[in-house]
Structure formats: C-alpha cells, structure tokens
C-alpha cells in the first residue's frame, strides 16, 4: 500500500523533530557528566563538593532520557528479540513491528495523561529541590513532550508499517 506525499512528509517531520529531540537530550546528558565530573574534581582538588550535584543529575538524567524515547522508536533502535523473528516472513515482521508502534502509542498516551497530573499536582503543591530550590514541575515539561512526540512516533512507525515498512528500513526508504 502506498502511502500518500502528505503522510511522508509527516513521518519525515516527526523523525526530524525526534532527532533533533534526542541531540537536545544527549546535551543536557553532556550537561550532567560535566557537572558530575566537576563535582569529583572539586572533591579531589579542594576536599569541596559541588552542592546540589545530586539533585542536578537526577532532574537531568531523567529528562534526558526522556528525550531518546522518541528518537528510539521512530528509528527502531528500541530492544528488539530478534532471535524471535529470525524465521519470521517479511510480512510478520512488518506486523509486528506496527503491533509494537501500536503498543508504544498506547504506552505513551497514558503516561502522557498520567503524568500531566503530576504536573498539575507538582505546580499545586510547588515541590521544589532541596538545594537549589528549583520547582520540580520544570522537569516535566520537557519530559510531557518528549512524550506527546514519543505517541506521534508511533503513529510515523503505523504509517510506514502500512506501507510496509519498519522503522530499521525508514531511513533509506
């Protein structure tokens, strides 16, 4: 089944934005070995933490890694068993990697829905570190569009699974 010039210049879109998502995420990673490895050196140099550094990696590391999700499965780079679908024909693979698109949609939704509660619930109540007083409802909004794009790359992994398509393929198709 072909698909349509408007349907790949969304998924074209959406691996783009999810690209450029993950670099995003791989600097604010960059950010928090940086600050961990200043951390040591200080400890090293001058017998003097860097105060805070614990609460800056958890915060970093967990948007961080929120934002290789999307990247992860519009380009297939998710864990896969492949020892599963080695005899597999061509066309079960492609079923079940839009099975697994379906589930990755299904997946980010609610937690997309769930977690926008815990926003609302964090802004509610105004948590904050304990250090730096930084209000912890700033993480999850990178962490709610790392989300939202996670569930439209899904829908880009639908799209070319229809086409007959995986996502591994993608790049050269």
Same mark, same amino acid.
């Given at each position: 089944? /072909? %698909? %349509?010039?408007?349907?790949? =210049? /969304? @998924? &074209? !879109? !959406? &691996?783009? *934005? /999810?690209?450029?998502? =993950? *670099? #995003?995420?791989? *600097?604010? !990673? #960059?950010? @928090? @070995?940086? @600050?961990?490895?200043?951390s040591v050196a200080q400890i090293m140099l001058f017998d003097r933490p860097f105060p805070g550094v614990y609460e800056i990696v958890q915060v970093g590391t967990a948007v961080g890694m929120f934002m290789f999700l999307p990247y992860c499965q519009v380009s297939g780079a998710n864990v896969t068993a492949d020892i599963f679908t080695a005899g597999m024909g061509r066309r079960a693979i492609v079923a079940l990697a839009g099975l697994g698109a379906l589930c990755a949609v299904a997946f980010a939704a609610i937690l997309l829905w769930r977690m926008s509660f815990g926003l609302i619930d964090q802004m509610t109540y105004r948590e904050t570190t304990a250090i730096y007083q930084f209000p912890l409802w700033y993480a999850f909004l990178p962490i709610l569009v790392s989300l939202a794009l996670l569930a439209l790359a899904g829908v880009a992994n639908l799209i070319q699974a229809s086409c007959g398509i995986i996502p591994e393929e993608a790049e050269s198709a």
């Open positions: 089944m /072909a %698909t %349509t010039p408007k349907r790949q =210049a /969304a @998924v &074209r !879109i !959406i &691996r783009d *934005l /999810a690209r450029y998502w =993950a *670099l #995003l995420g791989g *600097l604010i !990673i #960059l950010g @928090v @070995v940086a @600050v961990n490895v200043y």
